[in-house]
């Protein structure tokens, strides 16, 4: 049985990692680069990959909710929504993997460090988020022009 306390702490961080993943998808998306599915800026995958390292892997469904909420509430079909956040989640999850594999320490102390998590976390975790965001909605038809 799990103690009360450590459900609670599992709780708040995971309605934290949602609601920031949410507000910050919309703050994105305010400013949308193509149309309103594409931004050139998307901080939700930072806050996801910090909140991975930080809190551990159980949170992924908290991040899957939460982009899953913001294709939603963009007016995305459902199963679009869904395949989009399920990138959205592999992402930082695949990232937050990998860097704790190579031993990655958070707190930056080396250089080594540093450049593990501009190439993992960011440029990998980015690429695979971004990436299957474009292939979905390929899939489903979306077309539209650069402004």
């Known amino acids: 049985m799990i103690p009360a306390n450590t459900t609670r702490t599992w709780l708040f961080r995971a309605v934290l990692v949602f609601v920031s ?31 991975l390292l930080r809190w551990g892997g159980s949170l992924w469904l908290a991040i899957w909710l939460g982009a899953m909420g ?4 963009i007016g995305s079909p459902l199963l679009l929504a869904a395949a989009i956040a399920c990138g959205n989640t592999l992402g930082p999850v695949l990232a937050a993997w990998l860097l704790r594999r190579k031993g990655f320490d958070q707190r930056l102390h080396n250089r080594r460090d540093l450049q593990l ?3 993992v976390g960011v440029i990998g975790g980015m690429t695979i988020s971004a990436s299957n965001g474009v292939l ?12």
């Open 21 to 51: 993943y949410f507000l910050t998808g919309l703050a994105g998306l305010s400013v949308p680069f193509i149309e309103t599915h594409i931004t050139l800026i998307w901080a939700p995958t930072g806050i996801a990959l910090a909140a």
């Open 117 to 119: 998590y501009l190439s």
């Open 70 to 73: 913001v294709n939603l509430w």
């Open 136 to 147: 979905q909605l390929w899939l489903a038809g979306w077309r539209a022009e650069c402004r």
